[in-house]
């Protein structure tokens, strides 16, 4: 096989540059576009020529080269157009603009080689193969084909005469069917050709001897090939093509020129990375600002807290002042007389009426507040999300705590703040502050109600007996005792009420601590949720973050693949 070490090297080149250019779209490195590359001109087939007579063996030769029977072969003048063949998925033919045919064969030679046959230079087509010499030139290798039977024919040597110094660069002089002439009679036909060569061209083009109607045979039928193929000297034939085609200057700058391609991708690739890796440390960096600034919106509003806090106190004074109002007239004497005989619950309700309205007052205040702070955070984010659309060109949208899950966020803040409710109740134990003076309070009631219903029952038994004066003195008596117990009762409610009062106002301060506490942690909770509306930011970087360690593994294994490629190639 012709060129096998090159094209292995070649093949692993482009594959592996193939890889490079694949990672650097996914990386979004732009594609190069300056013409035509070195690897363009690599991956490209080398094209062969044969030219010479009717006859001589070109199509035979290609045949052997392939090794099978592409073209037509045959005694009869046969090839009587330019023919170009190249590989193609299936077989297929179609005529070109220039009068070429192109035929396109699925064979994995023609992946490396595209072959161009000619009619002969003494055919009726010969004045197409003159024409086309300039386009001939630009191949890679032109066979000039001569039948070893005879190698003078003016036809073929005015072809060479014809081609340019560039073409005669490339060209060789072939002999075939040399299994028709002896070694010596080969030798002789060696030495007139060089002579021939330097009249007509002035220097001397590589000659070489083959039958490649042998090496055909020979490559169609392995099996009984040996004497055939070291006849067909094509072996040395095809060495010789390795070493002037496949591993030429020429061949070897392109290599290394595509080595260098792909070594300048690499690096765009790395230089993207970078880019990349600085582009998301910088968004960290700037995402950790954003993040920043919610917290110091969050310490702003806690700064602001006593001042917030004021209107709390106002809603606990009300509410002081309200179960004061409740307290006397849960203490009235009409009450008070009913309770004195069915029982007192006067504490447990007064305990019962604040609970309810501080509750009631704390929860209407935080749910105000709370919707202040959303709308605080909501200019915010107003401002936050163009400027992460702006920096990171993807939209946050809105945040959860001011869409979503807005609703259970204000539930949530409310029973945080509502906490101090019950903590600051279980502190001032206003049912067990009420009893005793309660207590007493009916004790003293019950002695005077007892002492008017005895003086009733004696002023009665005297109206019975005739004792009128005695009964009206117990009567009178009695009116006394009950100027008395309303007495009492009004003086003890004064000092209840106002006791119960005084001692509420004075525990303003517990209930101010037991705010500050629970309102402190229902508004850190708050803006721990607004910052989370940038946890979907934050997602999104580190997926992007994710997305390059892959990348780099791979640039890695394509770097030392290339290395290992250009070791191999060697200086
Ligand atoms: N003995 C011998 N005969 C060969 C050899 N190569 C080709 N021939 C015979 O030579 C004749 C012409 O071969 P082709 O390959 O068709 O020659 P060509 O140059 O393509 O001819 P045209 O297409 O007509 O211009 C055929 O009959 C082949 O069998 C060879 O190496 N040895
Ligand atoms: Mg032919």
């Known amino acids: 096989m012709v060129g096998e070490r090159y094209f292995g090297a ?21 594609p190069h576009v300056d013409g035509e ?20 063996g070109k199509s035979t030769l290609l045949n052997a080269l392939v090794g099978s029977e592409l073209c037509e072969a045959a005694p009869l003048p046969t090839t009587q157009r330019t023919i170009c063949y190249h590989h193609a998925p299936k077989d297929s033919e179609e005529e070109s603009a220039d009068g070429w045919m192109k035929v396109g064969r699925p064979l994995p030679f023609l992946r490396r080689f595209e072959l161009i046959d000619t009619p002969g230079t003494n055919s009726g087509w010969r004045d197409s193969v003159f024409d086309a010499l300039p386009r001939f030139e630009e191949a890679d290798v032109l066979l000039v ?4 039977g005879n190698t003078w024919t003016a036809a073929t040597w005015d072809l060479v005469s ?10 060789v002089l072939v002999v075939q069917q040399a299994d028709r002439k002896s070694p010596e009679d080969l030798k002789v036909i060696d030495g007139h050709m060089r002579d021939l060569c330097l009249k007509k061209v002035g220097r001397e083009l590589p000659i070489v001897a083959v039958a490649a109607g042998l090496a055909l ?16 000297r094509f072996g040395s034939f095809e060495e010789f093509l390795t070493a002037t085609v496949c591993e ?3 061949r070897r700058y392109l290599i290394d020129r595509t080595a260098q391609e792909a070594s300048g991708r690499l690096r765009d690739i790395e230089t993207a990375f970078d880019r990349q890796r600085r582009g998301m440390d910088d968004d960290g960096w700037f995402l950790a600002g954003l993040e920043r600034e919610a917290r110091q919106l969050r310490d702003l509003v806690l700064e602001n807290s006593p001042k917030t806090l004021a209107g709390a106190r106002g809603r606990y004074e009300n509410e002081v002042a309200r179960l004061g109002r409740r307290l006397g007239s849960l203490l009235g004497v009409g009450p008070t007389v009913w309770r004195l005989f069915f029982g007192d619950s006067a504490a447990a309700r007064a305990e019962g009426c604040l609970a309810d ?9 935080a749910a105000a507040d709370v919707e202040r702070l959303l709308s605080e955070c909501g200019g915010h984010w107003g401002e936050v999300r163009p400027r992460v659309v702006e920096r990171m060109g993807l939209d946050p949208g809105l945040a959860d705590i001011l869409d979503e899950d807005r609703e259970t966020a204000k539930a949530g803040f409310v029973e945080n703040v509502s906490k101090a409710v019950t903590e600051v109740l279980g502190q001032l134990r206003v049912r067990a502050s009420l009893d005793a ?9 019950k002695f005077v109600a007892v002492l008017i219903l005895l003086l009733l029952t004696a002023a009665g038994t005297c109206g019975a007996l005739g004792l009128d004066r005695w009964g009206l003195g117990l009567a009178m008596g009695a009116i006394g005792m009950g100027i008395v117990f309303l007495l009492v009762a009004w003086v003890t409610r004064m000092r209840i009420v106002g006791q119960t009062r005084s001692r509420l106002r004075d525990a303003v301060g517990r209930f101010e601590t037991a705010m500050r506490g629970d309102y402190g942690e229902a508004v850190r909770s708050l803006f721990d949720g607004y910052a989370n509306g940038l946890i979907g930011v934050r997602r999104q970087l580190a997926e992007r973050q994710a997305t390059l360690a892959p990348r780099q593994e791979q640039w890695d294994r394509l770097y030392l693949e290339l290395k290992s490629i250009e070791q191999d190639l060697g200086p």
């Open 10 to 30: 070649r093949d692993r080149l482009i594959g592996c540059f193939a890889r490079i250019e694949e990672l650097a779209a996914t990386s979004g490195v732009e």
């Open 37 to 56: 590359s070195a690897r363009d001109r690599l991956a490209r087939p080398i094209r062969v020529v044969v030219l010479g007579e009717v006859n001589a």
């Open 145 to 148: 084909v001569f039948p070893s």
């Open 162 to 171: 014809s081609i340019s110094d560039r073409g005669l660069d490339r060209t």
């Open 217 to 232: 045979e020979a490559k169609l039928d392995p099996r009984n090939s040996r004497k055939s193929w070291s006849a067909s």
């Open 248 to 250: 030429s200057a020429e």
């Open 357 to 365: 309205g501080l509750g009631e007052a704390i929860r209407d205040f």
């Open 437 to 445: 003076p309660l207590r007493s309070r009916n004790r003293r009631l």
